[in-house]
């Protein structure tokens, strides 16, 4: 292979070039993910020197580095010429080893633009290399890759086997970096899998091994990014916010326009989902102009479904459909099923309001397909749900019945599916965080006694602010799972915590109250996992004796809540004992009466119950709004506190309140994707790098 390196002589003077190449080659590729523009001038220097002496491999060498650096800047266009350049070389000189590094540098800038035929096709060529050569390295780093293809392709279970298969070779090689990387790609699948306590568990791995055995600010940008909209899908978007800043600090810092994009994506659905509609329609269209200065496609389509969502959410229904069916365009083009998906289901449902009926049932009859396709449950159900509303609005009943049957089956289909299994999971995750919370604070008090009081006290405040925090976490999961029993979007807990905190908000609390109400508010029904489902999800009335058992669900609450250290878990008890009380004595489960109720019980009451009343439900219709706010001022004075009312309907009755409670099902924020330019793919919202 002598002659493969270059045609220079062998003088002093063309060795002396050949390892002035070699080194620049060298310190730039050990820049790479750390500073790409340092790592692009030294290439770029190595490759006119190369190319001035005629030194082959050394240039063919630096414009692969060139083609990786660009990647990681979001030059598509000239990252493709340089690779592609490369590419040719290596082949011409024989060279596989290198030719396997080129084809996995393609296939990872299609994976990122979008492009997933030529993704998967280099892919598959660069894991036969390694695996031909033996190359354990870079076969985990391909399996990695190509697991994103097949996540974004709909092919979980196979995209999971390929991600456990990377894990095994990075761990056997004591790869930290690579391990790391692994972690959270699989954290990002079990989201959007929905299996929330496995995707926290792998992305706090990736997160340690950040903290203690890797350098690596790329992959940490991407670790918040997954964190925070693993909160988005909890409907925590307070909760989730402050990961996204940070992640979006992180990608500036180090020039990270495609990082930049994603985490602006993110930080607009979370100021979206908190009805921060100015900043977030800001958020929406920067992040659209920094995805097609990276030439992402995928990411362009996923901001449209984000702004169109925005736009529903006014009632600018025209410009809404605008949105989503360039963002369904886009996702055929670039053959993103799931993408495509989401478009078309939110698509559908802008056309039924606009009128467009018969629009609209072929838009979501091709969701529907697409839906059953992926063998996507909820999003069977979501298309059934919603061709069944569009039938009714065009008087065809029988057709609206027929989807409404189909869309009841799949909904009963995923409540034994999943109901009994979250339940089971997270109410042990719960118990195990809090007595690991327990065990961990009289330690560190130990060590107090032991040591110097004020450093041992102030990591004692450390460690269980750190460790409420966790708790608050596995809690919220755990309302999710309760509520999961009786309403499988889960949104109910979400819209009661939301109206706790404004009306809080109106009776004057202060706000670190305001804001622990908004989570503790979500746990009101958490005993409810210890009711039957015979009982719970019975669409008749009660007997006496089924009454009697629902009942019991304040105290199970109560008691699943009890013992807690923090301010929130003893909030949450409080709300869970007391939020079926009555003013006038006569609720339950204690008969309390007017202010002997706590406080947060009471408002709790009236946001529980008007959400309720204004949300459909098996066994009746929604009501109007302002009905239910009628009903409320019925109720002051016997079953709720008159000034607590009297707040409500100041709150609950603003006139830019009115969206929230449409008739018809909202327009939920569409699950974004976006592709990460490293060793880490994306899934629903940043991949990981």
């Known amino acids: 292979m002598a002659e493969a390196r270059g045609t220079m002589t062998d003088g002093g003077g063309a060795k002396d070039v050949r390892a002035r190449v070699d080194s620049l080659n060298e310190a730039a590729s050990s820049l790479l993910k750390t500073d790409d523009t340092q790592a692009l001038e030294l290439v770029r220097t190595a490759a006119r020197l190369a190319d001035t002496h005629g030194y082959t491999s050394g240039l063919a060498r630096a414009q692969l580095l060139e083609g990786r650096a660009l990647v990681g800047q979001g030059d598509s266009d000239q990252a493709r010429v340089c690779l592609e350049r490369a590419l040719a070389a290596f082949r011409a000189m024989g060279d596989l080893a290198e030719q396997c590094a080129a084809l996995e540098s393609l296939g990872r800038l299609y994976l990122q633009i979008g492009e997933m035929p030529l993704a998967e096709q280099h892919l598959e060529a660069a894991l036969t290399l390694a695996r031909e050569q033996g190359d354990s390295a870079t076969e985990a780093t391909v399996l990695n890759l190509l697991a994103g293809v097949y996540h974004r392709n709909g092919a979980y279970t196979r995209s999971l086997d390929y991600l456990h298969q990377s894990l095994r070779l990075h761990r056997e090689a004591n790869n930290w970096p690579g391990e790391a990387n692994l972690s959270c790609n699989i954290g990002v699948l079990y989201i959007s899998m929905g299996q929330y306590p496995e995707a926290l568990a792998h992305l706090m791995r990736a997160y340690a091994l950040l903290q203690d055995k890797v350098q690596d600010e790329r992959t940490k940008g991407v670790v918040l990014v997954n964190l925070g909209y ?3 899908n909890l409907n925590e978007p307070h909760n989730a916010a402050p990961y996204f800043v940070e992640a979006l600090q992180v990608a500036r810092s180090r020039g990270d326009r495609l990082t930049q994009a994603i985490a602006t994506l993110n930080l607009g659905t979370a100021q979206a989902q908190a009805q921060q509609d100015q900043e977030a329609d800001a958020a929406f269209r920067q992040a659209l102009l920094l995805f097609k200065e990276v030439q992402s496609r995928q990411g ?3 901001t449209l479904n984000g702004l169109g969502g925005l736009l529903a959410a006014r009632g600018d229904w025209q410009a809404a459909a605008e949105a989503h069916a360039e963002a369904v365009r886009i996702a055929q083009e670039i053959e993103d099923l799931e993408v495509e998906l989401d478009a078309l289901l939110h698509l559908g449902r802008v056309e039924a309001e606009l009128g467009e009926l018969s629009a609209a049932l072929t838009t979501l009859q091709r969701a529907l397909a697409l839906a059953e396709q992926a063998e996507h449950k909820k999003s069977v159900s979501e298309s059934h749900r919603a061709l069944s509303q569009v039938y009714r609005r065009a008087g065809e009943f029988e057709q609206a019945l027929h989807h409404y049957e189909l869309y009841h089956d799949a909904e009963r289909t995923l409540f034994n599916e999943e109901s009994d299994k979250k339940t089971r999971e997270l109410s042990t995750r719960f118990e195990v965080e809090r007595a690991r919370h327990v065990a961990e604070v009289e330690r560190v008090q130990r060590e107090a006694a032991e040591s110097a009081r ?3 006290e102030a990591l004692v405040r450390e460690r269980t602010q750190e460790l409420e925090q966790a708790q608050v976490e596995i809690v919220t999961r755990l309302a999710v799972a309760a509520e999961y029993r009786d309403d499988l979007t889960g949104e109910h807990t979400y819209r009661v915590g939301q109206f706790s905190a404004l009306i809080a908000q109106e009776l004057g609390l202060p706000p670190e109250d305001v804001a622990l109400l ?9 005993g409810k996992i210890g009711i039957p489902d015979a009982i719970l999800l019975k669409p008749g009335k009660f007997t006496p004796e089924e009454f ?14 009890s013992g807690g250290q923090s301010r929130l878990l003893r909030m949450a008890e409080e709300i869970a004992l007391s939020h079926h009380e009555r003013w006038d004595g006569t609720g339950y489960p204690l008969g309390k009466y007017g202010p002997s109720i706590p406080l947060v019980g009471r408002i709790v009451a009236v946001a529980d119950v008007f959400d309720a009343l204004t949300s459909t439900r098996p066994y009746k219709k929604p009501w109007s709004r302002e009905a239910a706010l ?8 016997t079953q709720f506190d008159p000034e607590v009312v009297a707040a409500s309907l100041k709150v609950l009755g603003r006139p830019d309140f009115g969206y929230l409670m449409r008739q018809e099902t909202p327009l939920s924020p569409p699950t974004l994707r976006v592709i990460h330019a490293s060793d880490a793919w994306p899934p629903n919202i940043a991949p990981a790098s």
């Open 230 to 232: 693993l909160y988005l």
């Open 300 to 302: 362009e389509a996923n």
């Open 454 to 456: 004020a450093q041992a």
């Open 518 to 526: 908004r989570i503790a508010a979500r746990l009101h029904d958490v």
């Open 548 to 561: 009697e058992r629902m009942k019991a669900h304040t105290l199970i609450g109560a008691r699943i809540l």
């Open 630 to 637: 009628e009903e409320l001022r019925r109720g002051a004075g």
